[in-house]
């Protein structure tokens, strides 16, 4: 037995197919829900207080001082590349499974449709 779909919701993409008695589930694409459209940072500005044009306004925030970094800001004990690597976060959840014929995918209740 072999074939295959692909599933198409409103937030995934994901594509099953079935090879030599091997049913493989992958999400192919995750979309991301947009909410509504929010104030432009420089609408923001205007709203607390900013008077003046947006190209301006770019101006100011591009020739403002220099700040310290954050890796200043940390507080960190290393070097630049010791902090750097410490913000690595652990590698996401394989989203790939293997399964055999006659398995229950349970698509809902893994969050992949």
Known sequence: MSGSITVTTSTRVVHVSVA??????????????LGPQGLSAYMVAVKNGYVGTESEWLESIMQ????????????????L????????????????????????????ENNLL
């Not at 030599?20 to 829900?33: D, I, K, M, P």
């Not at 403002?64 to 070097?79: D, I, Q, R, V």
């Not at 913000?87 to 006659?102: C, H, R, S």
Request: hydrophobic content about 35%.
């Open 81 to 108: 590349s010791e902090w750097l690597q410490s913000l690595k976060g652990e590698d996401g959840p394989d989203l790939t499974a293997e399964l055999d014929i006659g398995d229950t995918v349970a698509l809902f």
């Open 20 to 33: 030599s008695n091997v049913c493989t589930v992958e999400v192919v694409q995750a979309h991301r829900s």
């Open 64 to 79: 403002g001082p220099e700040g310290k970094s954050a890796y200043e800001l940390s507080g960190f004990e290393g070097t």
